[in-house]
């Protein structure tokens, strides 16, 4: 039987982070994946340059029951410390829009730097390892992989969460904290695109592929970047990131013209245009096709000088304030990350160590961290990895 001190699950960036760590404090480290290949999700991350990390990583941009749980590893390991290390290795990088950097080459320069760093400190990586039983007794834990079995005095759950199952994702971590009964906060599909029900779909069909600049809503969240049209609802950088706060049955609001008093700009109008519609007014400053979605069969038809005070309120809420049912969202096909894991009231903040279970450890996605859209998540997988890679 092999032993080690180490049995890290999940090769992703949480625990390729912490192999290159603790190999680096002189422990043997096994880094187990069932997937072909290291690091995956990096590699087809941010449309192939991975958006690795952001300038800007406050604990606000980190949704969980406790969100200050975060705090401790990202002030620990920070994103200036993932800049240095990346550039200490001739990664060039350049900061793209609101903080986020990426690689200015392929991603793929990222999961070299691991798979060379691990190389350095001896850790020893079995990719198609299927992982089965995991048991714990006195001497520490005994793991049944591809048909054998191995001893560490620590495991590293690091199996990310649920999003995309076609490249490796599965439930692995949450049955483990089920197991050693620590409670799991309910997962979602976050940063996901959001889909509309027939009728509502019907609607906005035609305008698939346009994007405006907009502020999409929920009443504990709201963000101003792209959103997109699609053949099944939303998407776009707005309505990626409200779809990590919105859940079933609740309305989103959409802003389809930030920083316009639209009331005034259609009072204005009524006096010069009165005789003309509102969606011919309006596709001055929105694409034609919006303009005419939202204003169609508003009051009859009825030119701008025709309607009431309060029909033109109505009207400059159609584009101010545009309230949206989602009938749900496109799940873990596409979702960028998986909302909910294991609780973080069950894991130790400095060390990622389960309280109730010495020397089982959670980092990553797995846990119940989620961040915005923008390198927050692989900040929060880099700099978790980091600090359980001190201890184990
Ligand atoms: C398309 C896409 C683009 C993204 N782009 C960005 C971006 O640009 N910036 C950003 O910050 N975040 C991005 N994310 C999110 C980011 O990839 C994840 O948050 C991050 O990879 C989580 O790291 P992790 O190590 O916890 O999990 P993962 O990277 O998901 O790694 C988990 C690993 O565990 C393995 N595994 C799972 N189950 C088992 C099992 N049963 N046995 C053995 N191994 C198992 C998987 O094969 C995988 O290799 C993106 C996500 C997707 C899907």
């Not at 620590?182 to 997962?187: F, N, S």
Request: glycine share 12%; proline share 3%; charged share 20%.
């Amino acid at each position: 039987m092999q032993e080690f001190d180490v049995v890290i699950i999940g090769a992703g960036a949480a625990g390729m982070m912490c192999a290159v760590e603790a190999g680096a404090r002189g422990r043997r480290v096994l880094l187990l994946d069932h997937a072909k290949s290291l690091g995956e999700k990096i590699r087809i991350s941010g449309g192939g340059r991975c958006n690795f990390t952001n300038l800007d990583c406050r604990a606000e941009a980190f949704l969980s029951q406790n969100p200050k749980f975060a705090i401790s590893a990202l002030s620990r390991f920070s994103q200036w410390d993932f800049i240095d290390r990346i550039e200490a290795e001739g990664i060039a990088w350049h900061e793209k829009t609101l903080g986020q950097l990426f690689c200015d080459g392929s991603a793929t320069q990222i999961i070299e730097m691991f798979a060379r760093g691990m190389a350095a400190v001896r850790v020893e990586i079995g990719l198609r390892s299927d992982v089965g039983e995991v048991r714990r007794d006195k001497s520490g834990f005994t793991l049944r992989v591809a048909g054998t079995e191995v001893k560490a005095r620590s495991v590293v759950i690091a199996t990310g969460g649920l999003s995309i199952p076609k490249i490796g994702a599965s439930g692995f971590g949450y049955d483990i904290a089920r197991q050693f009964e620590l409670a799991v906060e309910e997962t979602r599909a976050g940063l996901v695109p959001l889909t509309f029900a027939p009728h509502d779909l019907a609607k906005i069909k035609p305008l698939a592929g346009l994007s405006v600049d907009a502020i999409v809503a929920t009443s504990d969240a709201q963000f101003r970047e792209g959103l997109l049209f699609t053949h099944r609802g939303l998407s776009g950088p707005s309505v990626l990131q409200i779809s990590s706060y919105w859940r079933e049955g609740r309305a989103i609001s959409v802003d389809l013209m930030p920083g316009q008093d639209m009331y005034e700009f259609f009072r204005a109008r009524k006096s010069g245009q009165g005789g003309q519609v509102p969606a011919t007014v309006l596709s001055e400053v929105l694409p034609k096709r919006l303009a005419r979605m939202l204003c169609q069969g508003y009051c009859g038809g009825k030119t701008l000088a025709n309607l009431t005070e309060d029909e033109l309120r109505g009207l400059a809420d159609l584009v101010s304030n545009w309230a949206i049912n989602p009938a749900g969202t496109e799940g873990y096909r596409t979702a960028e990350v998986t909302c909910g894991g294991v609780s973080t009231n069950e894991i130790n903040a400095r060390t990622m160590e389960a309280r109730k279970v010495p020397g089982l450890y959670f980092i990553g996605e797995v846990v119940d961290v989620t961040g915005w859209l923008g390198g927050y998540n692989f900040q929060w997988a880099w700099s978790s990895g980091w600090a359980a890679g001190q201890v184990v």
